[in-house]
Structure formats: structure tokens, C-alpha cells
């Protein structure tokens, strides 16, 4: 906890750091936090997004952090909310690696090993620079894969539900850290095959994977088939494609490059740490059982992936890519730096040695963090415009992956304003399409009455003595449920923005327009619901039987009656 406020503490003087996805991550909990307001329990179209055009982006991005950020925000101010979310999740770090060095280190050395896996470089860069809570929340839990793969390779088919709920809350949080976690988890059971000269780690471990991507469907489902609604293609884009983010990596944009050689460095100096810290604690690994090879493979693995030679591995293994950034390797590596770093200083005879050892590698990474904080945007500013844009209707910014397909983003009225200190009034709700020009005109000779207008819902009175196409502040995407009079009817994209279209005969009409319940929705929920009845009942079946029952005699446990003559 001490270690957590250090981190934080400079927020309480400079404001929040705002990172790289800072602005895309509480613009998503403050959207969230008002959809719970409206009754909508797991958002799926975050309403304010594209200036109040909307997207599906809850759709795509998993649920967990931005569910955490909304509560938080709910019960604090949101100005503060960002430092309560890095506090709490750097705690959960800590108490995730203590776990997992408990099972093998002495007490003060699985201490230390929490308190640099929670305040390590990486994360830093994580909370000065990137301002990715998600991914800070999907790495607390990767100790936690760690500290449970080498239970399962020794056979302890028990810990099977739990690596699956840990491996679906890494799903839950952020995607590319799932990516990571699972072939990380690939990984360490093909070591553990090896180690034990058998394939049941395998089998043990596969269970896990299925039963964690089973919980993880509710997400994971819709967020599959509905891709092709999407341009996601975009997360590949340009400056976001695995091969442009190699360490040490050249590019023509500064901005882009100083960053990649911030953290390069990072990166390098954890390795050389790392590594001196393997070579120390190799005299003593037969008492650490499995994790010294499996931590070994891991990191040899996680650095082999952040240089460029790997790159025919980044496109031959499915969904890598997908992690976009190689340095983001540096999370599972850090799980080794705290392990092996807190191992070797137990090598030494004399505590002072010991204690003076991890004295200079956190003052190592404080000096670091010093010079981040001296480095990283801090801004006071965000948090009020964002709550400014939302609550004036402007809304803010949208996101290139999650735009319908025939969306350009950047012609949708509102754009040009992002860089405005203050939020202009809010786009009409409903307009008027002019098939001549091609463009949104207002609603001149239309009476329109909103009745409701939230983020899944949208339901007004039309009149007007002509036909007339109606444009409604919404972009159009296939889960949209269009009815005129009670009577479904199909709705058009308008050719440059995708705004959803609506044609009307003369006269009065009634139309509701309702974001509704797919059939990949309810499969995935039903998965999930499955997986979760699957793993109480498999955890139930394979639960260690108390000493008390152990101890009964077998008569007694199977029911028999005891002996008459049993008291004589």
C-alpha cells in the first residue's frame, strides 16, 4: 500500500497524468456510469462517443476496467477517480506476486518481490506515459497464471478453475493482455510437459484455457462476430502495427520515436536486471521446483519477442499481431524480474548484503519513476472537459476500429471542435437528409417530438405533409431495431458518415428505434453461464476432503450402521 501511494502521490499535486488513453478510458467509464443511471446494467453502445453519434465500443472493449472506472467515478469525484483505480490495482499487483513467491521464498523476500512486481519500470511507463488502465489491470493478474501453472503440471487438476478464472479475468480486461496470457500459459504447461516427460500438464492446462474462454464468452462472443460490422482493421494501422514498435525501432514521426526510445531503455535495463538476477538464483532452483524454468522460458521468450528478428513470428502465430506493441512483452517480464530479483538476495549469507541488494534496485526504479514524473503531461483539464462535452450533449471523440464500416468519422458534425476549450451545443438529434445535395439539412417544415432519447433507445413523434428521410444523431449498425407505427422497417446510411437514415411517408408516425438483443449476445451469455455451473461442479468433484473426514472410519463414511456390539 505504501508502494501504491508513492506512485500516486504526485497526483495529488499535479494533477492527473495524462497519458497516450487517457481521454479513451474515462470518457468510457463517465459513459458507462450514466448508462447505469438510465438502467442499462452491461452497456454495449457507448452513447456520447463520435459527438453524440455514438459507437459500439462497449461491445469490443472488455468490461472490467471500464466497469471498475464507472464505479469508482460513481462513488468518487472524477477527478480523483483515475489515482483510486492505479492505487487499487498496483495493491492487487502486489498482493497477486506475493502469492506467487509465498508458495517458495521466506516471508521478506516474497514481500520484496511484491513490492517491485507492483512498482516495477513497466508499470510506471504504464501510469506516467500510457495512462492503459486496462492493461495495468490485466497485468496485476498475470502472478496469478504464474503462481497456479506449476501447481496444475505437477497434476493438481483442483487448481484448474482457478487458473480458468484468473485466465478469463485477464480476457475481461484488456485483450491484448489475453493474447499475451495465453500463449504465455502455452508456454509454461509445453515446460512443464517437459519437466514432468508427460503431455497431462497439457491436458490439465488446456482445460483451464477452455473453461477461462468459456466464463470470458459473454465478451468474447459478440466481440468475435460482430467484428465484421466494424473496421477493426484499423487497429493495425500505421504507427500501431507490431512491426513498426520493435525496441530501438526508427520512424519519421519524433513524437512516435522518443517514446519507443523511453521505452526501449526501460525495457533493456529490466533485461540486464533480470537476467544477472536468473544467473544468481540458478544455484539454488531445484528448490524452486518448476517456476525457475517456466519464469526462465518465459522471459527468454518475452525478449526474443520485442526485437525485430521475431518478426516471422509476430505473422505465422494466430491473433499476436493483435497485440500491436511488442514492448508490451515487458509485463510477463516483469513477473521474472520481481521472482528472480527477490530469489537472489536470499543467496546471500549476510542480511545487510541482501537488503542493500533490493535498497539499490528500488532506488533504481524511484529514480526512474522520478524522471518520469519530471517527463509524463500532467493535466487538470481533461477530467472537466470531458464532463463538460458530455453533459452539454456535444459528446466526445470516437474511435477509428469501432466506426460501422462506411463510417468516416472525421466528417461527422462536431469534429472540427475537439481541440476547443469548451464544448459548442450539441448536434440536433433528428435532421433532414436532402437527397439532392447529399447532405444533412435541419428539420425546416418537420415537427419532431423526442419522447426518449437514451443510449439504447430512441423514441419520437414525426409529422409532416410530405415524405421526408429523416437523419437521426446515430450511426447505423446492424443491431439496431427500426419501427415506424409498430412496424419494423429497414433504415439507410447516409453515404459519408454512415448516420442512420430513416424514410418517411406524409402524414403522423410513431418511430422507435432500439438497440436489441442479438443472437451472439445471448450465446455468449449462455456459454458464460454454462462455464461457470461447469467449474463449481468440477471444483466440487476434485476439493480436498478435510483432515476430519480423512480420519473417520470407512463404515462411518459410506453410511454403514456402527457394530451392536461396538460399546461392550
Known amino acids: 500500500m505504501l508502494a501504491a501511494t508513492a506512485v500516486v502521490t504526485p497526483m495529488f499535486f499535479l494533477g492527473n497524468a495524462s497519458g497516450h488513453d487517457f481521454q479513451f478510458h474515462l470518457a468510457s467509464w463517465m459513459d458507462a456510469a450514466g448508462q ?43 477527478m480523483i477517480a483515475p489515482g483510486a483505480f492505479i492505487w487499487l490495482t498496483l495493491i492487487a499487483a502486489g498482493m497477486a506476486m506475493w502469492k506467487l513467491a509465498d508458495q517458495l521464498l521466506p516471508g521478506p523476500q516474497a514481500a520484496a518481490a511484491a513490492i517491485l512486481f507492483a512498482v516495477n519500470p513497466y508499470h510506471l511507463v504504464i501510469v506516467y506515459y500510457r495512462s492503459d488502465f486496462a492493461e495495468l489491470l490485466a497485468g496485476a493478474l498475470l502472478p496469478l497464471v504464474l503462481s497456479t501453472a506449476p501447481r496444475i503440471s505437477r497434476g493438481e487438476w483442483r487448481r484448474v478453475p482457478l487458473l480458468a478464472v484468473v485466465f478469463a479475468g485477464i480476457w475481461f480486461s484488456n485483450a491484448p493482455a489475453g493474447v499475451i496470457a495465453t500463449y504465455s500459459l502455452v508456454l509454461l504447461l509445453l515446460v512443464g510437459c517437459i519437466l514432468r516427460h508427460s503431455f497431462e500438464p497439457l491436458v490439465a492446462g488446456g482445460t483451464a484455457v477452455v473453461a477461462g474462454f468459456g466464463l470470458a ?27 513498426q514498435n520493435f525496441l530501438f525501432t526508427h520512424s519519421n514521426d519524433p513524437e512516435f520515436l522518443l517514446f519507443n526510445w523511453k521505452v526501449s531503455g526501460v525495457a533493456l535495463g529490466l533485461m540486464l536486471v533480470t537476467g544477472i538476477a536468473a544467473v544468481f538464483s540458478a544455484r ?21 519477442l520485442m526485437f525485430r528478428p521475431s518478426l516471422p513470428i509476430w505473422r505465422f502465430f494466430p491473433r499476436l499481431r493483435f497485440v500491436q506493441f511488442p514492448w508490451r512483452w515487458l509485463e510477463p517480464l516483469s513477473v521474472a524480474f520481481a521472482f528472480f530479483v527477490a530469489a537472489a538476495t536470499n543467496l546471500s549469507r549476510r542480511w545487510r548484503s541482501s537488503w542493500l541488494m533490493i535498497g539499490l534496485v528500488v532506488g533504481t526504479i524511484a529514480a526512474t519513476g522520478v524522471l518520469m514524473v519530471q517527463d509524463a503531461w500532467w493535466d487538470s483539464d481533461d477530467v472537466p472537459f470531458l464532463e463538460a462535452a458530455i453533459r452539454s450533449g456535444h459528446g466526445y471523440e470516437g474511435t477509428d476500429e469501432y466506426a460501422p464500416l462506411g463510417c468516416d468519422r472525421y466528417e461527422l458534425p462536431g469534429h472540427s471542435s475537439d481541440s476547443e476549450e469548451s464544448s459548442p451545443a450539441a448536434t440536433p438529434r433528428v435532421a433532414k437528409f436532402d437527397s439532392e445535395s447529399g447532405k444533412i439539412v435541419s428539420a425546416a417544415g418537420v415537427r419532431i417530438h423526442v419522447e426518449r432519447w437514451s443510449a439504447n433507445q430512441k423514441v419520437f413523434a414525426e409529422q409532416s405533409s410530405r415524405p421526408v428521410t429523416l437523419a437521426l444523431r446515430l450511426l447505423n449498425y446492424p443491431v439496431w431495431e427500426e419501427r415506424v407505427d409498430g412496424e419494423r422497417t429497414r433504415a439507410y446510411s447516409e ?12 402524414g403522423a408516425h410513431g418511430v422507435e428505434v432500439r438497440f436489441r438483443r442479438t443472437w451472439d449476445q445471448t450465446a455468449g451469455a449462455a456459454i458464460s453461464a454454462i462455464s461457470a455451473i461447469g467449474l463449481l461442479l468440477f471444483a466440487r468433484r476434485f476439493r480436498p476432503r478435510s483432515p476430519a473426514a480423512l480420519a473417520r472410519p470407512r463404515n462411518e463414511i459410506r453410511g454403514s450402521k456402527a457394530s451392536p456390539v461396538s460399546g461392550a
Not at 539454488?284 to 526474443?304: E, F, H, N, P
Open 217 to 243: 464468452a459473454i465478451y468474447v462472443v459478440p466481440a468475435g462476430w460482430e467484428q465484421r460490422w466494424v473496421q477493426i482493421a484499423q487497429a493495425l494501422s500505421e504507427n500501431l502495427h507490431p512491426s
Open 284 to 304: 539454488k532452483r531445484r528448490q524452486y521446483t518448476d517456476i525457475w524454468w517456466m519464469l526462465v522460458a518465459l522471459g527468454a521468450a518475452s525478449v526474443l
Open 36 to 78: 447505469w443511471r438510465e438502467g442499462i446494467v452491461y452497456p454495449r453502445w457507448a452513447e456520447w462517443a463520435n459527438w453524440g453519434f455514438g459507437e459500439p465500443r462497449f461491445v469490443f472493449y472488455p468490461p472490467a476496467s471500464w466497469m471498475m472506472g464507472a464505479a469508482l467515478g460513481s462513488v468518487l469525484p472524477w
Open 495 to 506: 453515404p459519408t458518415t454512415a448516420a442512420l437514415l430513416l424514410p418517411l411517408g406524409p
